[in-house]
């Protein structure tokens, strides 16, 4: 400490043969330039989704107009029990006539093609009854061994594949056994 040293370093400017052509000195690096091109292709892909947004807006807007005007003007007449023989013999109005007012809309063609409409399938579906499917799962071989783990440790780490019945299972093996 306290004693100064000159120390040679040599500069080897020449780019090795591996980096050839790799390297800043050997790549120039232009500016980035920004280009408009209306007629490019995400140009097209843009104008057409904004056309299809306003077209879907312009289809769910005119739905909307003709659920309202579908609506009597004289809903605010006392509703009448449908039970034959009670209430006025006047017009009656049912629920029923106003499927629109209650029901879910249809979806629309787009999502439907998009999402599979009735196609699509959530789930695996099976003729087993709960129970046999319950019996079925990789865990349902441990559940004694569940049980007893259980009482014995105040902790206790479960490690399993994915669909094992570890979340929905022991919640209801601790149910059932009252714990």
């Known amino acids: 400490p306290g004693s100064d040293e000159d120390i040679e370093i040599d500069v080897v400017e020449d780019e090795p043969m591996f980096l050839k052509g790799q390297t800043k000195t050997t790549v120039s690096h232009s500016p980035v330039k920004i280009v408009k091109n209306p007629d490019g292709s995400l140009q097209r ?11 879907r807006r312009e289809l769910r807007q005119a739905q909307r107009e003709a659920e309202v005007d579908n609506v009597p003007k004289d809903i ?5 029990d449908p039970v034959p ?15 629109h ?3 879910p809309p249809e979806a629309p063609e787009w999502w439907k093609a998009s999402f599979g409409g009735a196609k699509v399938s959530y789930g695996k579906k099976t003729s087993l009854s709960i129970v046999q499917q319950r019996q079925n799962l990789p865990i349902f071989k441990l559940k004694s061994e569940l049980g007893e783990a259980i009482k014995k440790n105040q902790i206790l780490i479960v490690i ?11 919640t209801q093996y601790l149910a059932e056994e009252g714990g």
């Open 45 to 55: 892909a843009a104008m057409t989704q904004s056309a299809l947004s306003k077209e």
């Open 76 to 80: 605010g007449k006392t509703w009448i």
């Open 85 to 99: 023989g009670g209430g006025e013999t006047g017009g009656r109005y049912l629920a029923s006539d106003f499927p």
């Open 101 to 103: 007012l209650a029901a």
């Open 160 to 170: 399993g594949e994915t669909g094992s019945g570890k979340t929905t299972q022991i």
